[in-house]
């Protein structure tokens, strides 16, 4: 019905009512199952894709083969989490499972360490306020 329609008639009427035919699409849409889509869709020769999240692919072979998502570290959650892998591959450099970040302060003391600061000087910035861990 919406090919009948005048204000979807032309590129510059869709062009000017595409709010419209978004209410309309959606409308449409939500009648129908992800699966039910897609399957009227790919023989019309419409372009589309499904955007998907990292969870959609959880038990993925593919995905799970090839390490497109790997499994956090063991210490980094309670429960089994999956994260996309980084695409970077350093040659000679095994990659190291992902974990999760640092709470914030967590390393500030070692990195001040790090930059040259001593002990004294770590307790006179926390003395005057500077730094509060």
């Known amino acids: 019905y919406l090919n009948k329609d005048e204000r979807f008639?032309?590129?510059k009427n869709l062009n000017s009512n595409f709010r419209e035919l978004y209410k309309e699409l959606e409308k449409e849409f939500l009648k129908f199952?992800?699966?039910?889509?897609?399957?009227?869709?790919?023989?019309?020769?419409?372009?589309?894709?499904?955007?998907?999240?990292?969870?959609?692919?959880?038990?993925?072979?593919?995905?799970?083969?090839?390490?497109i998502l790997v499994k956090f570290d063991e210490t980094s959650f309670a429960s089994e989490t999956l994260t996309v892998n980084s695409p970077v591959f350093l040659k000679g450099e095994s990659k190291r499972l992902p974990k999760r970040g640092p709470a914030i302060g967590e390393h500030?003391?070692?990195i001040l360490f790090n930059l040259g600061k001593t002990a004294e000087e770590i307790e006179e910035l926390k003395q005057k306020g500077i730094i509060d861990f």
């Not at 897609?38 to 019309?44: A, D, E, Y």
């Not at 894709?49 to 083969?65: N, P």
């Open 9 to 11: 008639s032309s590129f």
């Open 33 to 67: 199952t992800l699966d039910e889509i897609s399957n009227k869709l790919r023989p019309s020769e419409v372009t589309f894709g499904v955007l998907s999240k990292s969870t959609d692919h959880a038990k993925d072979k593919q995905f799970l083969e090839n390490e």
């Open 108 to 110: 500030s003391k070692e």
